[in-house]
């Protein structure tokens, strides 16, 4: 069993910089696939990056196409934590965003292979 706390939304202008944090407790995290989804008003909850344990200390990462190259997906192994660092924020960034694990060896980007679920936050982006 894995609870997870998110942290870090809030408000910020269109290109502006946010960091979510995602803390970890309850099971040993290092293994585990972890993932950010969110979820606008009136919109399916969507992917947005993700880490699987490959070996050692290498992750493989990926990331909807929507926030490659904006935004950046880390992992405190340490500190049992996943971060979601968003850089040049967009107004259609704006949603609660979720943090998610699991312990299977299945895909990254869809919500139904996550059985643990953050309680989310929120990330509004002004234009």
């Known amino acids: 069993q894995v609870q997870l706390v998110e942290s870090g939304g809030g408000l910020v202008q269109a290109g502006g910089s946010l960091r979510l944090s995602c803390a970890a407790s309850?099971?040993?995290?290092?293994?585990?696939?972890a993932g950010w989804f969110r979820q606008a008003p009136g919109k399916e909850r969507e992917f947005v990056a993700g880490?699987?344990?490959?070996?050692?200390?290498?992750?493989?990462?990926d990331f909807a196409d929507s926030v490659k190259g904006r935004f950046i997906i880390s992992r405190d192994n340490s500190k049992n934590t996943v971060d979601l660092q968003m850089n040049s924020l967009k107004p259609e960034d704006t949603a609660v965003y979720y943090c998610a694990a699991d312990a299977t060896l299945r895909g990254l980007n869809t919500a139904r292979d996550y059985a643990y679920w953050g309680q989310g936050t929120q990330v509004t982006v002004s234009s």
């Open positions: 880490t699987r344990w490959i070996s050692g200390n290498t992750y493989y990462a």
């Open positions: 309850g099971s040993t995290f290092t293994t585990y696939r």
